[in-house]
């Protein structure tokens, strides 16, 4: 049997405080950094100060694929000018309202990456299937959404 325990000085650990604010609302801290208002829409209950936690998983992809598509990108030297994110997610809301045995998360995700790049077709594919393979938010979506779509295109190059 493999042992796949990290060593220790490759183990980060990665920390966040929640305030609630009121039953919908939660003021969370991380590091030093200004709060952030995690909140739901008038229609759940809450007073829309900030996003849902739903949609936070949303911004976590679209932030780490934009990260992890730069990383990959510098070890394969693959030039681009310009990257967008745009991730939408389903959900039955049956499933948190115990109305329906349905999971209570996002049955459907789609992802799709924009870039503005000169690189080939092949280099793009190769790109992507990097990115796929090591940015942790997308690796994580993999494992847990069943209908987890992504699509790469490109963006017109200026001129």
């Known amino acids: 049997m493999v042992d796949t325990s990290p060593v220790p000085q490759a183990l980060v650990t990665n920390k966040a405080h929640g305030q609630m604010k009121d039953h919908a609302a939660t003021t969370v801290y991380v590091r030093d950094f200004a709060p952030v208002i995690s909140d739901e829409p008038p229609s759940r209950g809450g007073n829309n100060a900030g996003p849902s936690p739903l949609e936070y998983l ?37 499933g948190r309202k115990g109305e329906a045995d349905v999971p209570v998360h996002y049955h459907t995700v789609r992802l799709k990456v924009r870039i503005r790049t000169d690189e080939s077709d ?38």
């Not at 793009?124 to 209908?147: G, Q, T």
């Open 122 to 159: 092949q280099r793009m594919a190769r790109l992507a299937d990097l990115v796929a393979r090591y940015c942790p938010v997308d690796s994580l979506y993999r494992a847990a959404v069943p209908n987890y779509h992504v699509s790469w295109e490109r963006m017109p190059t200026t001129e």
């Open 58 to 94: 949303l911004v976590a992809l679209c932030a780490c694929i934009n990260v992890s598509t730069s990383r990959m990108a510098e070890k394969i030297r693959f030039q681009y000018d310009d990257l967008e994110t745009f991730a939408e997610g389903d959900l039955d809301t049956r």
